[in-house]
């Protein structure tokens, strides 16, 4: 069975101040990594995906997240936040194996970027 | 580009009523998806639809719901009759491709069941 532990229900982050949102998985076999963001009113949005490659992977809006496969983590990052940053954040994971595309998904991180 | 549209937006019905729900994806995506999010907790998976067939249905809850996507192209979702724990948000995706893995998710549809 495959998992997604996002241990902060709520993160809170100055403007300007670099941000970090964590985001830890359990799967079965080579992990596909996301991670979806959802404002107010509106549907998840991607942000970025892992899939092969270079462990750092830049996504929208000048965010970033790094696989890390020795601790299972893959938390997403950004140098600098903005206000219009604050919103729901979602990781999620499936096996890159065959058979099931289900993604599965944390319980979503509230990210508050202070003005 | 059009994106995933979900109808309606909002559905507000009493317990034992029936309720639809409509997916249109992406014009050209074979894969359709449905999730839902029940208050606060994680984002679940329901089903996933290649053209009109259904590739995996193992996180449909009960059989009181009832997925279609006829000619393969816009899906519909029924809940017959409708529970006070089915309130939430029901999410549809599709992706054209099951390698790179990414799915465009559409606004949602939140059901209150009261």
């Known amino acids: 069975a495959q998992s997604v532990a996002q241990p902060e229900d709520q993160v809170n982050v100055a403007e300007g101040n670099p941000l970090t949102v964590k985001c830890t998985y359990s799967?079965?076999?080579?992990?596909?990594l996301f991670w979806y963001v959802q404002y107010p009113n509106r549907g998840l949005q991607f942000l970025l995906k892992?899939?092969?490659?270079?462990?750092l992977v830049k996504g929208s809006y000048g965010f970033e997240a790094e696989f890390n496969k020795s601790q299972t983590s893959f938390h997403l990052k950004k140098p600098s936040a903005l206000v219009s940053d604050s919103a729901l954040y979602f990781c999620?994971?499936?096996?890159?194996?065959?058979?099931?595309?289900?993604?599965?998904f944390g319980k979503g991180t509230k990210l508050s970027v202070i003005p | 580009e059009a994106g995933v549209t979900q109808f309606p937006s909002h559905s507000v019905i009493e317990k034992g009523q029936t309720v639809t729900l409509r997916c249109d994806p992406i014009?050209?995506?074979?894969?359709l998806y449905w999730y839902r999010r029940v208050m606060g907790k994680e984002i679940k998976f329901l089903l996933h639809?290649?053209?009109?067939?259904?590739?995996?249905e193992s996180g449909m809850p009960n059989n009181r719901f009832l997925a279609e996507r006829t000619g393969g192209t816009y899906s519909t979702l029924k809940v017959q009759p409708a529970e006070l724990e089915d309130s939430g948000v029901y999410f549809c995706?599709?992706?054209?491709?099951?390698?790179?893995?990414?799915?465009?998710f559409g606004q949602g549809t939140r059901l209150t069941v009261v």
């Open positions: 995706a599709s992706s054209l491709s099951l390698a790179t893995g990414r799915a465009f």
């Open positions: 799967v079965s076999g080579n992990p596909y």
């Open positions: 892992y899939i092969t490659g270079d462990n």
């Open positions: 999620a994971v499936r096996t890159s194996g065959a058979g099931s595309y289900q993604l599965t």
């Open positions: 014009s050209g995506h074979d894969n």
């Open positions: 639809f290649v053209k009109e067939s259904k590739q995996d």
